[in-house]
């Protein structure tokens, strides 16, 4: 597993410096502007880009023969998969920080950014949730079908995992139909949290058991 | 003689392509390197691919060091090298990051020996492997597939496209392997000469077939050729034809023992024949 993250990390890096540069400098922007969207636009893009990034690179691997090469290494297909999920998670780690820091700035020099503070929960609830969503499409669709697709498959994974992410949002709200309370938006922040993580647990084995099935 | 690889009426058909790998079946002694001849399309990768579980077969058994190898015998997989053709691996990698994914992923993972086949093969290890050379990518694949001390080398094309010279190295690394009794090399290729260098067994596959196998020293030695006029042809014992293939002013006869149809055939004329000729004319030629 070491070895496969060791991997999935050198696929990653290089672009993930470049969007980390983008980042830090929109961070400055953002933390000088007082701009409650752009702050939320800021958040978000933290942590669906990084993520997004890192499930980006695996299309990489296969422009040379290491995706067929990496079978032949002492690891499962369960394994290299394990690894891919497990590398989205950390690279949304590092978007969650990203969106910390520029929203704990913006805090600390302007206020609190948004309507109520427990508001900054739900948009670390969406930005996550569409995250998963995202990493749960793409993975399984990934394999089924060919890495060359692996463009297209982003694109279609991350508009899917912002409208499921909307139309939970959407779902409760009208279920929730009176005024929004502390207790119900930390439920709504909840509920969207772990539809997205039960996504991301089935899309596991439904990817391995695609993955099984490939040949190179 | 124990076998450390055996493959037994492998099949394996695509249907898309309408390609099917026909019931092969061989083997590889421990201590000796096997060469896999076929032209392009042939059935060599698909077959490496069969025993490597990249592919999966439709039906027959292969068996590496006595076992059948699953995706979770990793185990096994610590001790097979592989050497595709081509980039074997990720062109934004140093030598130095290989290595460093290579250590998390065999157990016995040698950075010294590494280190070494990069020093010997002139390879700096800080160098993007974007800006390597086909041979020194194909150098670079080959010092990764002996770091972890595997015991069967399964190189697939390893050696096209490289320069005489190049692949005279490369050679010579594969004999110091196999060196070891306990070492194998499955190597094809559609470079014959090297195969007539260094192999011990050649098997030749054709249209996902295997139309012949034999040990190198009975091709070199007792497979001949018999350049004969069609009168001549006409006259000879079908049981000694192997193949045959009509040429503008002559038939190429291929016998499988060279020195008793001399005799045989005081008047014939018998020429030595190279792996490479083997191959035109089984592939080529006609049977009786």
Redesign the interface.
Same mark, same amino acid.
């Given at each position: 597993m070491k070895g496969l993250l060791k991997n999935n990390f050198y696929a990653v890096r290089s672009s993930a410096k470049v969007f980390s540069a983008f980042m830090f400098l929109l961070g400055v922007f953002v933390i000088v502007v007082v701009s409650q969207q752009l702050l939320l636009f800021y958040m978000l893009l933290g942590m669906i880009g990084f993520s997004m990034n890192a499930v980006a690179s695996m299309g990489k691997e296969y422009i040379s023969k290491w995706g067929k090469y990496k079978l032949t290494t002492p690891v499962k297909r369960a394994d290299i998969v394990k690894s891919y999920f497990i590398n989205q998670l950390i690279w949304l780690a590092v978007g969650i920080i990203f969106a910390v820091i520029g929203m704990g700035l913006s805090w600390l020099l302007h206020g609190c950014p948004f309507g109520q503070s427990i508001d900054a929960l739900l948009m670390f609830s969406a930005g996550i949730s569409i995250s998963l969503f995202a990493g749960a499409i793409f993975f399984p669709l990934f394999y089924l079908g060919g890495e060359e697709r692996t463009g297209v498959f982003l694109v279609i994974s991350l508009l899917c995992a912002i409208g499921i992410t909307m139309a939970i949002s959407t779902f409760i709200n009208i279920a929730l139909i009176s005024e929004m309370t502390i207790w119900k938006i930390i439920l709504k922040a909840a509920v969207m949290l772990a539809c997205s993580l039960l996504a991301l647990a089935l899309s596991y084995p439904l990817t391995v058991a695609i993955f099984r099935r490939k040949e190179y | 003689m124990d076998n450390i690889l055996e493959l037994h009426q492998v099949c394996k058909t695509f249907p898309r392509t309408n390609f099917t790998l026909d019931h092969v079946s061989f083997s590889i002694p421990y201590g000796s390197i096997m060469g896999f001849v076929g032209e392009n399309g042939a059935g060599k990768t698909t077959t490496i $691919?069969c025993v490597? *579980? /990249? #592919?999966?077969k439709d039906s027959g058994t292969i068996k590496i060091f006595g076992k059948e190898l699953a &995706? /979770?015998d /990793? =185990?096994l997989? =610590?001790k +097979?090298g #592989?050497v %595709?053709d $081509? &980039? *074997?691996?990720?062109? %934004?990698?140093t030598a130095e990051?290989l290595s &460093? #994914?290579?250590? $998390?992923? %065999?157990?016995n993972w040698d950075n010294d020996l590494f280190k070494k086949y990069l020093n010997d093969f002139r390879l700096l290890p800080n160098q993007k492997i974007k800006s390597y050379s086909r041979g020194m990518t194909m150098k670079l694949a080959v010092a990764a597939a002996l770091s972890h001390h595997p015991q069967l080398l +399964?190189l697939d094309e390893a050696t096209s496209g490289l320069d005489p010279i190049m692949r005279d190295d490369m050679l010579d690394v594969f004999l110091e392997f196999v060196q070891d009794e306990n070492h194998s090399i499955l190597l094809s290729s559609h470079i014959t000469s090297d195969l007539e260098k260094i192999a011990d067994y050649i098997t030749f596959i054709h249209n996902g077939k295997l139309i012949m196998a034999a040990s190198k020293n009975d091709l070199v030695y007792n497979f001949a050729v018999m350049r004969c006029k069609e009168s001549q042809f006409l006259e000879l014992d079908p049981g000694d034809i192997l193949v045959y293939r009509k040429r503008d002013y002559q038939i190429d006869v291929l016998v499988s023992n060279g020195n008793e149809i001399q005799r045989k055939y005081r008047n014939a004329v018998i020429d030595h024949v190279s792996v490479d000729e083997i191959m035109l004319l089984l592939v080529k030629g006609e049977r009786v």
């Amino acid at each position: 597993m070491k070895g496969l993250l060791k991997n999935n990390f050198y696929a990653v890096r290089s672009s993930a410096k470049v969007f980390s540069a983008f980042m830090f400098l929109l961070g400055v922007f953002v933390i000088v502007v007082v701009s409650q969207q752009l702050l939320l636009f800021y958040m978000l893009l933290g942590m669906i880009g990084f993520s997004m990034n890192a499930v980006a690179s695996m299309g990489k691997e296969y422009i040379s023969k290491w995706g067929k090469y990496k079978l032949t290494t002492p690891v499962k297909r369960a394994d290299i998969v394990k690894s891919y999920f497990i590398n989205q998670l950390i690279w949304l780690a590092v978007g969650i920080i990203f969106a910390v820091i520029g929203m704990g700035l913006s805090w600390l020099l302007h206020g609190c950014p948004f309507g109520q503070s427990i508001d900054a929960l739900l948009m670390f609830s969406a930005g996550i949730s569409i995250s998963l969503f995202a990493g749960a499409i793409f993975f399984p669709l990934f394999y089924l079908g060919g890495e060359e697709r692996t463009g297209v498959f982003l694109v279609i994974s991350l508009l899917c995992a912002i409208g499921i992410t909307m139309a939970i949002s959407t779902f409760i709200n009208i279920a929730l139909i009176s005024e929004m309370t502390i207790w119900k938006i930390i439920l709504k922040a909840a509920v969207m949290l772990a539809c997205s993580l039960l996504a991301l647990a089935l899309s596991y084995p439904l990817t391995v058991a695609i993955f099984r099935r490939k040949e190179y | 003689m124990d076998n450390i690889l055996e493959l037994h009426q492998v099949c394996k058909t695509f249907p898309r392509t309408n390609f099917t790998l026909d019931h092969v079946s061989f083997s590889i002694p421990y201590g000796s390197i096997m060469g896999f001849v076929g032209e392009n399309g042939a059935g060599k990768t698909t077959t490496i $691919g069969c025993v490597l *579980n /990249t #592919v999966s077969k439709d039906s027959g058994t292969i068996k590496i060091f006595g076992k059948e190898l699953a &995706d /979770t015998d /990793t =185990e096994l997989k =610590e001790k +097979i090298g #592989v050497v %595709y053709d $081509g &980039d *074997n691996f990720p062109a %934004y990698w140093t030598a130095e990051q290989l290595s &460093d #994914v290579m250590q $998390g992923l %065999y157990a016995n993972w040698d950075n010294d020996l590494f280190k070494k086949y990069l020093n010997d093969f002139r390879l700096l290890p800080n160098q993007k492997i974007k800006s390597y050379s086909r041979g020194m990518t194909m150098k670079l694949a080959v010092a990764a597939a002996l770091s972890h001390h595997p015991q069967l080398l +399964i190189l697939d094309e390893a050696t096209s496209g490289l320069d005489p010279i190049m692949r005279d190295d490369m050679l010579d690394v594969f004999l110091e392997f196999v060196q070891d009794e306990n070492h194998s090399i499955l190597l094809s290729s559609h470079i014959t000469s090297d195969l007539e260098k260094i192999a011990d067994y050649i098997t030749f596959i054709h249209n996902g077939k295997l139309i012949m196998a034999a040990s190198k020293n009975d091709l070199v030695y007792n497979f001949a050729v018999m350049r004969c006029k069609e009168s001549q042809f006409l006259e000879l014992d079908p049981g000694d034809i192997l193949v045959y293939r009509k040429r503008d002013y002559q038939i190429d006869v291929l016998v499988s023992n060279g020195n008793e149809i001399q005799r045989k055939y005081r008047n014939a004329v018998i020429d030595h024949v190279s792996v490479d000729e083997i191959m035109l004319l089984l592939v080529k030629g006609e049977r009786v």
